[in-house]
C-alpha cells in the first residue's frame, strides 16, 4: 500500500531527525563543501556569505546585492551569472552558517510546501559544522529583515534557535 509505505519513510526520517543521525542535517548549502565522512566544511565562497550579510546589515537591498555579485562575476548557487532575492534573502536565513541546523523548517502536502511555525517537531542540532557567521551577526540579519518588511512588532522565529 503506498500510504503505508509514505508513512513508514515519514517515520524512519522522524527517527533519524530525534536520534541525531539524520544526513540531511549534512545537506551542502552555498559556502560549504562535504567532506570525506559527509561533513561539512567550510569552502572559499564563506568570503561571498560574509560579504552579503555584511553589505544587508550595511544597508543594501537584496537588488543591490544581486547586481554587485553579478557585476563581479559570482556565479549563484547553482552557477547562473544572475542571483536572485529569493537566493539572497534564502542565504541570510540559513542558520547553517552559525553551525546549527534545524529540520523540518517547511511541511510538504501533496503538492504544496509552507513553512512549519511548530505544526509537526522541528529538530535543531548544534555545533553541527564550521562556523561562517557569528550569532550576533545573524540575529542582526533576522531582525533587520523584518524591519525592511515592516513587521517590527514580530520577533524573529528563528531566534528560538539560540
Do not use: M
Not at 523548517?105 to 555545533?127: P, Q
Not at 524591519?147 to 528563528?158: A, D, F
Request: aromatic share 10%.
Amino acid at each position: 500500500n503506498i500510504i503505508e509505505k509514505s508513512e513508514s519513510i515519514r517515520a524512519g526520517l522522524r527517527k533519524g531527525f530525534q536520534n541525531g543521525t539524520s544526513k540531511l542535517a549534512q545537506r551542502r548549502c552555498y559556502g560549504y563543501n562535504t567532506g570525506p565522512d559527509g561533513e561539512l566544511i567550510i569552502n572559499s565562497d564563506d568570503i561571498i556569505v560574509r560579504w552579503i550579510f555584511e553589505r544587508y546589515l550595511s544597508g543594501d537591498s537584496f537588488g543591490k546585492i544581486s547586481k554587485a555579485l553579478e557585476i563581479r562575476g559570482i556565479p549563484s548557487p547553482t552557477g547562473k551569472s544572475k542571483w536572485n532575492r529569493e537566493a539572497i534573502s534564502k542565504l541570510l536565513s540559513n542558520e547553517k552558517y552559525t553551525g546549527r541546523v534545524l529540520l523540518q523548517k517547511t511541511i510538504n502536502a501533496g503538492n504544496s510546501k509552507f513553512k512549519n511555525d511548530g505544526f509537526i517537531a522541528r529538530y535543531l542540532y548544534s555545533d553541527s559544522h564550521e562556523v561562517i557567521i557569528s550569532d550576533e551577526i545573524f540575529r542582526d540579519g533576522q531582525q533587520k529583515k523584518l524591519q525592511r518588511t515592516n513587521q517590527p512588532e514580530k520577533e524573529p522565529s528563528i531566534q528560538l534557535l539560540f
